[in-house]
């Protein structure tokens, strides 16, 4: 499923905007009690204007310019990991970068190297210069959007989470802006079930590994789906998309952080015969950012550290690991009281992409 790739501008008034919208929804991060105090999930430094997701193309042949993507991961005190994609950004068929880069900023540009070129990085575009010297591309800064951001619940769903209240979580706790915090259980226990929720990573670049960004969905508290940002980096099994220690996805869809993000989970549960023992295993089928990460995967046991397998139902769960991951617009079709129905939602395109 293709996603649309929309060029972005990025003028200096963009970090205005941005600093406005941050006093005006004041989402806060994570905190133990109602007194602690609760950093800014969207503070973001010097080095953020410059990591992103570019898209071009680089002509060593004249005749033949090919397409290119860079992913490009900001880590710290000025310095920055890059993959290179050829033929465009990450999918299915091409998930893998082929050439890893290292960077350090210097005022308002970077410099990458580690590749057979050197990439000159501006926050709205990138400039590619061969071993003389001499420009063979350009790439122009895109920010993806998931098809099913927004989607809107079918008339059989049960709404979760709207924005308005926490009565269908325990420990649902609440930004002063609407967004749910992470730490949630879901009240409602279900069997067979397809999951909506949209998350958003807060920017961490001193974060390392498992301490950036880190958060997940524990399925009947067994079967995690792992929430990081693995933004740039390989799909493992314990990153952005991954079902915990077991499975990494077919391709690593994880956005920037600080951009609104999808899961879209259809779970199936484990059978059981009177005598307590599983007569089949559970399986898993999860969209990423509207990608198809896990195809009707079977889990033949919990995954990672979620709590063991057994007959009776156990409540998801949006897991808290110290980290501020906000999330939103949830909502389920529970298979077993539902009609059939088209899963996932994709929202109607807007005007401009009608165009």
């Known amino acids: 499923m293709s996603i649309p790739q929309r060029p972005s501008d990025f003028h200096p008034a963009f970090w205005s905007l941005a600093l ?10 994570y905190a133990e009690g109602p007194e602690a105090p609760q950093p800014d999930i969207y503070r973001v430094d010097d080095d953020f204007a410059l990591q992103g997701e570019f898209v071009g193309s680089i002509v060593t042949n004249p005749a033949r310019p090919r397409p290119l993507a860079l992913q490009i991961r900001a880590v710290g005190g000025g ?11 990450p999918t299915v068929r091409n998930p893998k970068a082929s050439v890893r880069m290292i960077g350090k900023r210097y005022e308002d540009f970077l410099v990458l190297s580690g590749g057979p070129m050197a990439v000159l990085v501006h926050p709205d575009h990138c400039l590619l210069v061969d071993r003389k010297g001499e420009r063979v591309g350009r790439l122009d800064r895109v920010e993806r959007e998931s098809p099913t951001l927004g989607a809107q619940p079918p008339k059989h769903a049960i709404v979760l989470f709207d924005g308005t209240g926490t009565d269908q979580f325990v420990n649902g706790r609440l930004t002063e802006g609407g967004l749910l915090m992470e730490g949630a ?33 524990y399925l009947q508290s067994s079967y995690e789906v792992q929430v990081l940002d693995s933004f740039a980096l390989e799909p493992v099994n314990n990153g952005s998309g991954g079902l915990y220690r077991f499975r990494p996805p077919d391709v690593n869809m994880c956005f920037p952080p600080l951009v609104w993000q999808t899961y879209d989970i259809m779970f199936t549960a484990p059978r059981w015969a009177s005598d307590g023992t599983k007569v089949k295993n559970a399986r898993i089928t999860v969209w990423h950012n509207g990608v198809k990460i896990h195809d009707n995967v079977e889990l033949p046991n919990k995954t990672g550290v979620g709590q063991p397998e057994a007959p009776t139902l156990l409540p998801t769960r949006l897991q808290n690991h110290g980290n501020p991951v906000r999330f939103r617009n949830i909502w389920l079709i529970d298979r077993g009281d539902a009609p059939p129905t088209r899963f996932p939602v994709i929202r109607p395109p807007a005007e401009d992409e009608k165009k």
């Open 185 to 217: 259980d879901f009240k409602p226990m279900f069997q067979d079930f397809n999951l909506h929720l949209e998350f958003m990573l807060p920017y961490m670049p001193e974060g390392r590994d498992q301490g950036r960004a880190n958060s997940g969905v």
């Open 79 to 89: 310095n920055y990991e890059a993959a290179q994609y050829p033929g465009g950004l």
């Open 20 to 29: 406005v919208a941050t006093i005006l929804f004041s989402c806060t991060a």
